[in-house]
């Protein structure tokens, strides 16, 4: 079965213009003589009636009362009650032949005369007869026409019908070939742009000035599903490569959780057979609190892992509410007074009013601790730490400062990282550190859609995040 549109076209066309040819053939060789010589009659008939009101006695051959209807070629045969001709077609060319044509066609029928018209039609021939009153003598009129000539019209024009059938079948079909070829071909170009832009990647488009509308409107509509299909593509590689650097980002955590897990477990380890070995009541203290340390430090890096998974898994769910910035960052900041005395730090505070945002209290809390923490780490002895908190037209911005050294050009984009550390001065000991630093701060600031980083000023570094004042993504849970 032919399942191309330009075959069944052809096919479509070819069987139309068969049927149709066929048809009209039919209804001519089946209905052009009947129609044919019903016509004829109907002449027949007005020339007789004309003939009732003409005095044939006036007839010519180049009398229009007739010469049309001799035109088609009516033979009219007029005599009188004694059978002497008044009128017979062409009497003048043969004059002989008029007496016959009496005898033959009115004299020999002579019973059939009457004053009402009669017609029929015989084999060879149609014809109308009858009487006419005229001067008080009567006339025979006899109208006729040979059917012969008819029938040998009638074939030459079969074959002629016949001969221009299977013409215009050919022909038919040629068109038909022609026009489809003219359709289909941009159907076909379209398809075969359709292949290319699959083949390439989705990255070419459908010529879009066709010629006819349909097919126009298809290539837009082509073009339209490719470049949806591009969207959808780029969506999904941006999908694949969001969910590679997650997995990417899981597996250096894990590896770097378990690097930083193993040394304060070797010292509890080592520390705890050191406890059974000994019999020293002060060192069996100190180790015991060594251990305490080490375990806090554990207790500390976990947590800090938990906040901040929390904020990346939980991205579109975190409960927020309106918040005082001012006020919880002071209050984070009082949670170090003892190491600020114990470190000899000067704390210098500066807060603005009416400085309300929504906020993850606890997430953001997390992450002004760990500026503290990191501020705290890398001051001087003595030193001062600057705390303020700044409002701005849409968001509050928080700085936390120290007057330690600047952070290098090489690490400034390094230290979000997790567990990225730079040598820390042999001051900063005392101070734990679960390692994963300032990358909780940048996961924090992601959740709340603000920003973050540090500035390198004279007499030492300010590091800022600023937070939106709204949060119109997220519904308070």
């Given at each position: 079965?032919?399942?191309?549109?330009?075959?069944?076209?052809?096919?479509l066309?070819?069987?139309?213009?068969?049927?149709?040819?066929?048809?009209?053939?039919?209804?001519?060789?089946?209905?052009?003589?009947?129609?044919?010589?019903?016509?004829?009659?109907?002449?027949?008939?007005?020339?007789?009636?004309?003939?009732?009101?003409?005095?044939?006695?006036?007839?010519?051959?180049?009398?229009?009362?007739?010469?049309?209807?001799?035109?088609?070629?009516?033979?009219?045969?007029?005599?009188?009650?004694s059978?002497?001709?008044?009128?017979?077609?062409?009497?003048?060319?043969?004059?002989?032949?008029?007496?016959?044509?009496?005898?033959?066609?009115?004299?020999?029928?002579?019973?059939?005369?009457?004053?009402?018209?009669?017609?029929?039609?015989?084999?060879?021939?149609?014809?109308?007869?009858?009487?006419?009153?005229?001067?008080?003598?009567?006339?025979?009129?006899?109208?006729?026409?040979?059917?012969?000539?008819?029938?040998?019209?009638?074939?030459?024009?079969?074959?002629?019908f016949?001969?221009?059938?299977?013409?215009?079948?050919?022909?038919?079909?040629?068109?038909?070939?022609?026009?489809?070829?003219?359709?289909?071909?941009?159907?076909?170009?379209?398809?075969?742009?359709?292949?290319?832009?699959?083949?390439?990647?989705?990255?070419?488009?459908?010529?879009?000035?066709?010629?006819?509308?349909?097919?126009?409107?298809?290539?837009?509509?082509?073009?339209?599903m490719?470049?949806?299909?591009?969207?959808?593509?780029?969506?999904?590689?941006?999908?694949?490569?969001?969910?590679?650097?997650?997995?990417?980002?899981?597996?250096?955590?894990?590896n770097?959780?378990?690097?930083?897990?193993?040394?304060?477990?070797?010292?509890?380890?080592?520390?705890?057979?050191?406890?059974?070995?000994?019999?020293?009541?002060?060192?069996?203290?100190?180790?015991?609190?060594?251990?305490?340390?080490?375990?806090?430090?554990?207790?500390?890096?976990?947590?800090?892992?938990?906040?901040?998974?929390?904020?990346?898994?939980?991205?579109n769910e975190?409960?927020?509410?309106?918040?005082?910035?001012?006020?919880?960052?002071?209050?984070?900041?009082?949670?170090?007074e003892?190491?600020?005395?114990?470190?000899?730090?000067?704390?210098?505070?500066?807060?603005?009013e009416?400085?309300?945002?929504?906020?993850?209290?606890?997430?953001?809390?997390?992450?002004?601790?760990?500026?503290?923490?990191?501020?705290?780490?890398?001051?001087?002895?003595?030193?001062?730490?600057?705390?303020?908190?700044?409002?701005?037209?849409?968001?509050?911005?928080?700085?936390?400062?120290?007057?330690?050294?600047?952070?290098?050009?090489?690490?400034?984009?390094?230290?979000?990282?997790?567990?990225?550390s730079?040598?820390?001065?042999?001051?900063?000991?005392?101070?734990?550190?679960?390692?994963?630093?300032?990358?909780?701060?940048?996961?924090?600031?992601?959740?709340?859609?603000?920003?973050?980083?540090?500035?390198?000023?004279?007499?030492?570094?300010?590091?800022?995040?600023?937070?939106?004042?709204?949060?119109?993504?997220?519904?308070n849970?």
């Amino acid at each position: 079965m032919i399942k191309t549109i330009r075959g069944r076209m052809v096919i479509l066309m070819t069987l139309t213009i068969l049927v149709l040819t066929v048809a009209i053939f039919s209804v001519f060789a089946l209905f052009a003589d009947d129609y044919y010589y019903s016509r004829k009659k109907s002449l027949i008939n007005e020339a007789y009636n004309k003939l009732q009101k003409t005095d044939v006695l006036t007839l010519t051959n180049d009398n229009k009362t007739i010469s049309r209807y001799e035109d088609e070629r009516l033979t009219f045969i007029i005599c009188n009650s004694s059978f002497e001709r008044v009128y017979v077609t062409k009497m003048e060319k043969k004059p002989i032949d008029a007496q016959t044509r009496i005898a033959n066609d009115i004299v020999a029928n002579l019973r059939s005369f009457s004053y009402k018209y009669k017609s029929k039609e015989t084999k060879n021939r149609i014809i109308g007869y009858g009487m006419k009153l005229q001067d008080d003598e009567d006339y025979y009129i006899y109208i006729y026409e040979n059917k012969e000539a008819t029938k040998i019209f009638f074939t030459y024009y079969r074959w002629f019908f016949f001969v221009v059938g299977i013409f215009v079948l050919v022909a038919g079909i040629l068109i038909s070939l022609y026009v489809s070829r003219r359709i289909t071909r941009p159907i076909v170009k379209i398809e075969e742009a359709a292949s290319k832009a699959v083949s390439s990647g989705y990255s070419l488009n459908v010529e879009t000035k066709q010629e006819f509308v349909e097919v126009d409107s298809l290539a837009n509509s082509i073009n339209q599903m490719l470049d949806q299909i591009r969207t959808q593509m780029t969506d999904l590689q941006d999908e694949l490569s969001t969910q590679t650097k997650a997995e990417e980002e899981r597996r250096v955590f894990i590896n770097n959780i378990s690097h930083e897990l193993k040394t304060p477990l070797a010292v509890i380890s080592s520390q705890i057979e050191m406890i059974n070995m000994i019999d020293d009541e002060e060192k069996r203290k100190e180790y015991i609190k060594s251990i305490t340390e080490e375990t806090d430090k554990m207790i500390d890096m976990i947590n800090d892992m938990i906040v901040m998974y929390a904020t990346k898994s939980n991205e579109n769910e975190f409960a927020i509410e309106k918040c005082d910035v001012a006020e919880l960052v002071c209050n984070t900041l009082g949670n170090y007074e003892e190491l600020f005395e114990e470190r000899n730090i000067e704390l210098k505070q500066e807060y603005d009013e009416d400085c309300e945002a929504m906020a993850n209290t606890r997430y953001l809390s997390q992450a002004v601790s760990n500026y503290v923490s990191n501020a705290i780490k890398h001051c001087k002895e003595p030193g001062v730490i600057t705390a303020k908190v700044k409002n701005g037209i849409d968001t509050i911005r928080i700085e936390i400062g120290n007057d330690g050294e600047h952070v290098p050009d090489d690490v400034k984009d390094k230290i979000w990282d997790m567990f990225y550390s730079k040598d820390i001065k042999p001051r900063a000991h005392k101070l734990k550190s679960s390692g994963i630093g300032l990358s909780i701060v940048k996961s924090v600031m992601e959740v709340h859609k603000g920003d973050y980083g540090f500035d390198n000023i004279d007499g030492g570094v300010v590091f800022w995040m600023e937070i939106p004042k709204n949060m119109n993504e997220y519904t308070n849970k």
